[in-house]
C-alpha cells in the first residue's frame, strides 16, 4: 500500500487560532500527519473540539492559513481530486427544492439524470421538489449526502454525519453509506467522536489527541469491505482499543503508541 | 360584526373581507371628498366628479399620460441607479471592516442631508440636465439602501459560501444563488421604501429645474390655481405607484419566499 499514490497527503505543521482580539492564539493542530490510500475508508476517532472539523475545513481548502502542506491526488485526467463535504449541519440552501441543492454543485447540462438516480438511491426521490424546511432531519442529512456524491468526489469529508439522529435513522444512514461506497467507490475521510460508529464503517481508525491534536494512533479493521463486523465484534473491538488509548475515555494526557494495535485478522485486508 | 367560531376559518373571512374594507374604506373616502366639496362649493376644493371628467380631458388631449411617462421613466431610472450603486456599496460596507470605518461618517452625512440641498447644489455644478436631476434623487436614496444591504451583508452566513467554494459552485453562481438569495428580504426592503421616496424626490427635482414631468405640471398648475389638475396629477400618479408594487413588488417578493414554511 505504500507505493501507491495515497489520495490525501497531509502534514500539519501547526494550526493556530487567535479567539479574541489579545488573546494568546490557541493551537488547534501539532504536527498532525496524515496518509490515506486509495479507496480507504478512514475515521478520525477523538474527543470534543480536539480540531477535527478544523482539519477537514483544511483538507477541503476552505482554511488556507496553517503550517504545513495537504496535497490530493489528481484525477486520472489530471483535473485536479473533487472533495465531496458533508457539513455537520446539512448546509442545504432553504430557498432552493431538493433537487435544486444537489444541482447547485453540478455543470447545468448534465444535472437531471444523475440526481435522478442519485435522489432514488437515498431514497428521496418523492422529496425532489420540497424545500429544506419541510424535511426532517434524516432526510436533510441524506440530501447533504446525496449532494456530496453527485460530483463523484475522489475524496469524501463526512464532519460527524450520524450526530443528533434517533438510533434508527442511523442504522438507515449507516446501511445507506455502505450501499453508496459499494457503488460508487471513493476515498472517505469522515470524523467521529462515537467509536463504535468509527468501527462499524471504516477501514482504519485514526485516533487524535486532545487539543492541539495530533495523531495518537491506527486502528486497522481489516474484515474486508464485504464483511463489516458485526454488534458483538464492534464491542470486543472497542474494548480493545479503549483498554489501549485510555485517553479516549478520561481525556487524560496521551501515551504515544509504539505499534498500532493488531486487533483484528490482517489477512482479510487482501481481498480489497 | 359577528366572529366565526373557528380560529382558521377567521382568519381566511378576515383576509378575504381586507380588499373589500379596503375598497369601502377608499369609496368612503371619496364621498366625505365629494359632500365637502358640494357643500363647501369653492374652486379650491373641487369635487371628485370634477377631478374625474379633468383626468378624462387630459388623458383624451395626451398631456397627462405623457407627462406620467416622462416622470415614471425618472422615476425608474434614480430608482435602478440607486439601488444597484446603493447595494454595491453596501455589500462592500457589510463585508469589510475597513471600509465600513472609513466611510461610515459618509454614509451618516449623506442620510442627514436635506433632499433640497442634494438638488440644488446637482443643478448649480451639473446644471439644469436630465442627468442632474436623475442623480439628484439616486444620491438622495443611495444612502438608505446601503444602510439596509450592510445589514443583509453583515448576516451573510459564513456555513453558505463554505459550502459553496468546497464543491467549486463557482464565483458567478455562488453571488447569484447562494449569496443573493440571503439579501432579498433586505432588497425588498430597501427597494419598497425606495419607490416611496424616489418618486416624492422626483415631482421636487421636476418643480425646481425640468420643463415637464408631473412635477413641472403641478408647479404649472400651482401658478394658475388650478386644484383640479393638481389632484387629477396626483392621483393618477398615486394609482400608478400602487400598481407597481402590486403588480411588480408583491409577485416578486411571494416568489422570492415561495420556500418559507
Given at each position: ?85 458533508v ?30 438516480d ?55 444512514l ?7 461506497w ?33 495523531v ?43 505499534e498500532?494495535p ?11 | ?13 378576515l ?38 371628467i ?6 383624451a ?57 442634494i ?47 468546497s ?95
Open positions: 500500500m505504500a507505493s501507491v499514490t495515497p489520495a490525501l497527503l497531509a502534514e500539519i505543521r501547526e494550526k493556530r487560532y487567535q479567539r479574541s482580539r489579545g488573546a494568546s492564539p490557541h493551537v488547534a493542530l501539532a504536527n498532525l500527519s496524515l496518509h490515506i490510500a486509495p479507496g480507504e475508508i478512514v475515521a478520525l476517532v477523538g474527543p470534543s473540539g480536539c480540531g477535527k472539523t478544523t482539519f477537514l475545513n483544511i483538507v477541503a481548502g476552505l482554511d488556507s492559513e496553517f503550517d504545513g502542506q495537504v496535497r490530493l491526488a489528481p484525477r486520472a485526467d489530471g483535473d485536479p481530486a473533487r472533495v465531496g463535504y457539513f455537520q449541519e446539512p448546509r442545504l440552501l432553504p430557498w432552493r427544492t431538493v433537487y435544486e441543492n444537489v444541482a447547485l454543485v453540478l455543470p447545468p447540462h448534465r444535472a437531471d439524470p444523475l440526481i435522478a442519485l435522489l432514488k438511491a437515498v431514497g428521496l426521490a418523492d422529496a425532489r421538489d420540497l424545500y429544506p424546511p419541510q424535511l426532517s432531519v434524516g432526510m436533510s442529512r441524506r440530501v447533504a449526502i446525496a449532494r456530496a456524491f453527485a460530483i463523484e468526489p475522489d475524496l469524501l469529508l463526512m464532519d460527524e454525519p450520524f450526530v443528533s439522529l434517533d438510533h434508527d435513522t442511523v442504522e438507515q449507516r446501511e445507506l453509506l455502505l450501499k453508496l459499494h457503488a460508487r467507490p471513493t476515498t472517505v475521510l469522515f470524523v467521529t467522536h462515537d467509536l463504535r460508529e468509527a468501527l462499524a464503517l471504516a477501514d482504519r481508525l485514526v485516533l487524535l489527541s486532545a487539543s492541539p491534536a495530533h495518537v494512533g491506527h486502528v486497522p479493521v481489516s474484515l474486508g469491505r464485504n464483511h463489516r463486523p458485526s454488534g458483538s465484534e464492534i464491542e470486543l473491538l472497542r474494548d480493545e482499543v479503549l483498554r489501549q488509548h485510555r485517553e479516549l475515555i478520561g481525556g487524560a494526557p496521551p501515551m504515544t503508541p509504539l498500532p493488531a486487533i483484528a485478522s490482517p489477512t482479510a485486508r487482501g481481498q480489497r | 360584526m359577528s366572529v366565526p367560531s373557528d380560529a382558521p376559518r377567521a382568519s381566511s373571512w383576509v378575504g373581507a381586507s380588499l373589500a374594507q379596503r375598497i369601502a374604506s377608499v369609496a368612503l373616502l371619496i364621498v366625505i371628498w365629494q359632500v365637502t366639496a358640494d357643500a363647501l362649493h369653492s374652486r379650491l376644493l373641487p369635487s371628485a366628479t370634477a377631478v374625474l379633468a383626468m378624462v380631458h387630459m388623458c388631449d395626451g398631456s397627462l399620460p405623457l407627462n406620467l411617462g416622462i416622470t415614471l421613466a425618472r422615476v425608474v431610472a434614480a430608482f435602478v441607479v440607486a439601488m444597484v450603486v446603493g447595494t454595491a456599496i453596501g455589500i462592500v460596507m457589510g463585508r469589510s471592516r475597513t471600509l465600513d470605518v472609513l466611510f461610515d461618517s459618509w454614509l451618516v452625512l449623506l442620510l442627514n442631508l436635506p433632499a433640497l440641498v438638488i440644488v447644489l446637482a443643478y448649480v455644478w451639473f446644471g439644469l440636465t436630465e442627468a442632474a436631476a436623475i442623480g439628484a434623487v439616486a444620491v438622495n436614496k443611495i444612502p438608505a439602501v446601503a444602510v439596509t444591504l450592510r445589514e443583509g451583508a453583515r448576516a451573510l452566513d459564513r456555513n453558505y459560501a463554505d459550502m459553496a467554494q464543491f467549486r459552485v463557482g464565483r458567478w453562481r455562488t453571488l447569484r444563488h447562494v449569496i443573493m438569495p440571503q439579501l432579498y428580504p433586505y432588497l425588498f426592503a430597501a427597494a419598497r421604501s425606495g419607490l416611496a421616496l424616489v418618486w416624492k424626490i422626483v415631482l421636487i427635482v421636476e418643480l425646481l429645474g425640468m420643463s415637464n414631468g408631473v412635477g413641472f405640471e403641478i408647479q404649472l398648475y400651482f401658478q394658475q390655481f388650478d386644484v383640479t389638475r393638481i389632484l387629477a396629477y396626483t392621483i393618477a400618479f398615486v394609482a400608478v405607484i400602487q400598481l407597481i408594487e402590486w403588480a411588480i413588488f408583491q409577485p416578486l417578493e411571494r416568489r422570492a419566499a415561495r420556500w418559507r414554511p
